[in-house]
T-cell receptor, first 116, second 110 residues
Framework: DVKVTQSSRYLVKRTGEKVFLECVQD?????MFWYRQDPGLGLRLIYF???????EKGDIPEGYSVSREKKERFSLILESASTNQTSMYLC???????????????FGPGTRLTVL | KQEVTQIPAALSVPEGENLVLNCSFT??????LQWFRQDPGKGLTSLLL?????REQTSGRLNASLDKSSGRSTLYIAASQPGDSATYLC?????????FGTGTRLKVLA
């Protein structure tokens, strides 16, 4: 079975802290994604990666950075957490190369981050 | 820029009804379209993937159709059950990556 795991289900941090969210997939997928989901705004893409050490900005990259040192692991970093980064963070991965009709996204369970 | 609309935003039906969820998108240059289910506080579960060359896909009581030229996809759920209660999202994959609709929140009453 396809599996995407995220390091925490719930996380509470203080303003100004550096926060690491980790995502691991066991499907040997090339592509990995980080989204945030907020009520009324839907899912918005933060960053994605097509290969190890490759990264591209999504629609809302400000305040975030990412790291992909190994194919199976994609980390999201909040350099200095702020209250407006309180959200549900979802990681996903796809196989099938880049922009292919065979790309199918698989999601992790999500991390609910609260910044106080 | 791709925009995705899902109608209705919310739906409440008695158990056993057949129902249709709609997804429309503005840019027809897509590689595929995926339907997901999301339970409250959880991640997204993939239901069906329709490739751009396909017209429909079926899985159990679910059937999804795709009409690229008109920018529409529908998800048909047969004989709905209380366990189908969830939010359903569609996401076309295009040049600018996956764009998600805000979903249809479905409640099936026992």
């Amino acid at each position: 079975d396809v599996k995407v795991t995220q390091s925490s289900r719930y996380l509470v941090k203080r303003t100004g802290e550096k926060v690491f969210l980790e995502c691991v997939q066991d499907m040997d997928h090339e592509n990995m994604f980080w989204y945030r989901q907020d009520p009324g705004l839907g899912l918005r893409l933060i960053y994605f990666s097509y290969d190890v050490k490759m990264k591209e900005k999504g629609d809302i990259p400000e305040g975030y950075s990412v790291s992909r040192e190994k194919k199976e692991r994609f980390s999201l970093i909040l350099e200095s957490a702020s209250t407006n980064q309180t959200s549900m963070y979802l990681c996903a991965s796809t196989s099938g190369g880049t922009y292919s009709s065979y790309n199918e996204q698989f999601f992790g369970p999500g991390t609910r981050l609260t910044v106080l | 820029k791709q925009e995705v609309t899902q109608i209705p935003a919310a739906l409440s039906v008695p158990e056993g009804e057949n129902l249709v969820l709609n997804c429309s998108f503005t840019d027809s240059a897509i590689y595929n379209l995926q339907w997901f289910r999301q339970d409250p506080g959880k991640g997204l579960t993939s239901l069906l993937l329709i490739q751009s060359s396909q017209r429909e896909q079926t899985s159990g009581r679910l059937n999804a159709s795709l009409d690229k030229s008109s920018g529409r996809s529908t998800l048909y759920i047969a004989a709905s059950q209380p366990g189908d209660s969830a939010t359903y999202l569609c996401a076309p994959l295009g040049t600018y990556k996956y764009i998600f609709g805000t979903g249809t929140r479905l409640k099936v009453l026992a």
